[in-house]
Nanobody, 129 residues
Framework: VQLQASGGGLVQPGDSLRLSCGAS????????IGWFRQAPGKEREGIAC????????YYADSVKGRFTISRDSAKSTVFLQMNSLKPEDTGVYFC???????????????????????WGQGTLVTVSS
């Protein structure tokens, strides 16, 4: 599966953005999906992940209550709605997919420990006044 992340840009603190992760070559129905962020000078971290059945989500403490991950199966797209953006949300955002088969893991595990197989190219989000 090929992933394409889009929707990044330059916004002011308090603004909202919606990132999209589109797939080609396969639908995303049977994949765990995660959004990962690499802030300047920091390691990449998983910030929002969803299991393949959409039964479970995980959010990093830094984005909990402000970001929402969702899936549109018909469009083979996963979204990251980002509200109340802060300067510390600045970074390159990547989406990553993996079938995680035949075992299953929690969304938390997928975001923090698992190494997804398929990655998009990243989209830059800059939050600055």
């Amino acid at each position: 599966v090929q992933l394409q992340a889009s929707g990044g840009g330059l916004v002011q603190p308090g603004d909202s953005l919606r990132l999209s992760c589109g797939a080609s070559g396969s639908t995303l129905d049977n994949y765990y999906i995660g959004w990962f962020r690499q802030a300047p000078g920091k390691e990449r971290e998983g910030i929002a992940c969803i299991t393949k059945t959409d039964s479970s989500t995980y959010y990093a403490d830094s984005v909990k209550g402000r970001f929402t991950i969702s899936r549109d199966s018909a469009k083979s797209t996963v979204f990251l709605q980002m509200n109340s953006l802060k300067p510390e949300d600045t970074g390159v955002y990547f989406c990553a997919a993996d079938p995680v088969w035949p075992v299953s893991v929690s969304a938390h595990y997928y975001c923090t420990i698992y190494a997804p197989e398929f990655w998009g190219q990243g989209t830059l989000v800059t939050v600055s006044s």
